[in-house]
């Protein structure tokens, strides 16, 4: 795992999306893990601002809630579309969402592993971390081994997700559809990106405590290819930090990042 941290959210988020955008430009055919929430809604932001051809891409997103349907407003197949799929060239059918308003769920979890799988494996996959450590919607005590099923919402997250739900956390589904800890760790690389000093505790949590299932993203720290990119409030409790900006700081494979 390499950790990096940029001064403020706006030097973050501009990292990862040139990060995504240059593995588009070497690798077109690029397999694409997505996510949503409102951080990643400024990395999409300022991939249309770089104007990436995702014509030969396929993506897969993390997660959805259960009971919506793709056209629900709340959905994040909605949340797509509105944020990057129909701003840009990506070709509709290499866009893969879990279906979260299937009648059989298993069959519907056990359909998308097989995409996925058929596909290649995913390429790059991003991440967001919510406050109780989840990755996709991996909430605490995910097996890391775990493959794409359906998963109940902890309260926090429900309360983290109310905004977009007009503020209520008991409009928020109880259930999600979210690709596994084990799906996520397949994929070739990965990059994490948190902003904001909401998560914080989570990011050290995540980075520097134990691997365990009580904080699915601590699983990371079993990849070989992870990068963390993280804004200045975020890292506030790391306590490697000084490590962390030396490599920034002196690995050459930094070196045209750090202008
Ligand atoms: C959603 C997802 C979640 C979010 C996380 C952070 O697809 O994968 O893990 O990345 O909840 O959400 P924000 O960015 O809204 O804090």
């Not at 409030?233 to 750090?258: H, I, K, T």
Request: charged letters at 20%; one cysteine or more; hydrophobic letters at 40%.
């Amino acid at each position: 795992m390499e950790v990096i941290i940029r001064p403020d959210a706006v030097a973050a988020v501009d990292l990862v999306a040139r990060l995504i955008a240059e593995r588009i430009r070497r690798h077109p055919k690029t397999v694409l893990g997505l996510a949503t929430g409102r951080t990643m809604e400024k990395v999409y932001a300022n991939l249309l601002e770089r104007r990436v051809s995702f014509s030969q891409c396929t993506s897969f997103n993390l997660d959805e809630y259960i009971g919506l349907s793709a056209d629900d407003p709340q959905s994040y197949r909605h949340y797509m579309q509105q944020h990057l799929f129909s701003k840009t060239d990506f070709q509709p059918q290499n866009t893969h969402i879990p279906e979260g308003d299937a009648d059989d769920l298993e069959q519907a979890a056990h359909h998308y592993e097989q995409l996925i799988s058929e596909a290649g494996g995913i390429d790059l996959q991003l991440l967001g971390i919510g406050e109780a450590g989840h990755i996709g919607f991996n909430e605490p005590l995910s097996a890391i081994m775990s493959r794409t099923r359906d998963k109940c919402l902890t309260p926090m997250t429900r309360r983290q997700n109310a905004a977009m739900f007009g503020g209520d956390p008991g409009r928020v589904p109880k259930r999600a559809l979210t690709m596994g800890v084990g799906t996520i760790l397949e994929a070739q690389e990965i990059i994490l990106l948190a902003t904001g000093s909401a998560k914080a505790a989570i990011i050290a949590q995540a980075v520097e405590g134990p691997i365990t299932s009580m904080v699915s993203a601590s699983a990371l720290q079993l990849h070989p290819n992870c990068k963390v990119v993280v804004d200045n409030s975020s890292a506030s409790q790391l306590q490697g930090r000084e490590y962390y900006e030396f490599v920034f700081d002196n690995e050459p494979e930094w070196a045209a990042f750090r202008q």
